[in-house]
């Protein structure tokens, strides 16, 4: 296997030579260098990260109350025992993986500061060249690699999704988006307006609600909720009985698996009991009386989007005190004072917080070209939602939208470790997705069926995102029950991926 080498990029750069390149360093990069480091000890790799600190979306994200909305027992690894209680704050998760990093020695191989700018595949090297600015003094180094792993997530980090409101510039106080939440930004006393009601909204509110004079929760529509105790009967029980952490885990994540799988098929097979159920919870939570059909009852049914899970009904606590309340209206326009809303009500505000989203990133804005050619992943069909048709060496990992995102960090290490040993095994240098003989007359489709998955970020940019075909081998199945069972069995030499 070969070592570090320098090879010449440019006249006056020399690219660092790695086996693998993995962009980014949040729980996806540095699960995917643990098991490439396990499975695949003798090869060489970086990981590439663009901001000065592992854990991505728990580094980026500072708003008060930051924490998960899956458990941890399947959103941490299967190789490592999660400890505490399931929902887990921002300050857990990072300490979390700092401690995957310092058992594995991982440290050594992460770049911080290197913002990736382009991705060049050469078919005569067989070989992604890849070009970074240095965060810190801008200067542009380059890496080569056999292999491009992109565990760059999903979303832009370096700005949140906020929509343009005619008047917003009349208003006299800060607005605000959570994922570039002030460190400084003093709310106590305030009037605080938040716009959005989806897993940042319900996280943020209660965690300000006792501090500002009122906090308001203007939504164009409502959202699903999921309450119940931070906690985990079977987990406390087995430890009372001294059974060994990593058989805890091991344990309590199946037990969540099992009722996750429970809830998904009940949500999709009867939608309408489902429904029934998740507004009984939340009715059970409020006070009697309240406006449950205007506030807490989403037009689409449940699962079509991520279920916010609120620990202990901590936002239905803050509305029941009066700290906290919600509108379901329209904005008309911002104002000096705060925003009028269609209805022609007004909401006064010292601070108002858009709690609106992401901007989807598709393979973290980079300019990826194959042999000169710019590639653009919208013109590509996926193969099982990690490679791409048509593009050599490179695979994303792209969690579950409902299960636990990091689920598929461990599955697409299984697969693509596997990939590697094999190329070994037939002396490959490079593999491509290749659609076959039988895939040609598919009708290309999204990236997801939006009836059956639709959050707003994906929607405002799915034609970006690549296409899929109506089989399992082309598309992703967003099924981690079926992934499980099924990746470990693909026939590598099914006609899907040509090895050269
Ligand atoms: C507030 C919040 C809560 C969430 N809670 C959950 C949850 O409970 N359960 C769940 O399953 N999912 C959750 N998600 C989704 C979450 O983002 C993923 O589950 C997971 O953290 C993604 O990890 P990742 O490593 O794939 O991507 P990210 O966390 O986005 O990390 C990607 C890293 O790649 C780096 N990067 C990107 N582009 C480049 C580039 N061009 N050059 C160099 N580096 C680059 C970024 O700087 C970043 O550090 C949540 C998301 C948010 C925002």
Redesign the pocket.
Known sequence: MSTTLEREATKDQVAEHFDVVI?????????TAYHLQTQNPERTFVM????DS????????RYPG?????DLYT?GYRFKPWTSAP?AT?AEIQKYLSDVIAENDLGRHIRYG????SASWSSEDNLWTVS?TRTDNGDTVSFSANFLWM???????AEGYTPQWPGMERFQGPIVH??TWPEDLDYRDKEVVVIGSG??AA?LVPAIADDVAHVTILQRSPTYYFTGENRNLLADHLRELEVPEEWVHDIVRRENLFNLRTLTQLALEEPEFAKEALIDLVRAALPPGFDVETHFTPRYMPWRQ?IAFLPDGDLFKSISSGQASIVTDEIETFTERGVELKSGAELDADIIVTATG?NL?VL???SFTIDGAPLDFADTVTYRGMMFSGVPNLVW????FR????LR?DLVSDFVNRLLIHMDELGAKRVTPQLRPEDHDDPWQEWVDVEYFNPNYLMRSMHLMPKRLDKPEWRHTQDYWAERDELPLVDLDDGCLVFE
């Open positions: 962009v980014g360093a949040g729980i996806s990069g540095i699960g590439l990260e663009a901001q592992f854990g991505g979306t728990w580094h980026t994200h930051i924490r998960s909305d899956s959103f929902i921002a290197h913002h990736i700018d970074a565990c760059q997530g999903y979303y832009r980090h959570p994922q897993a940042t996280t991520r992401f990133s973290g804005d980079i990992v792209f969690g579950y299960a636990s995102w990091t960090v």
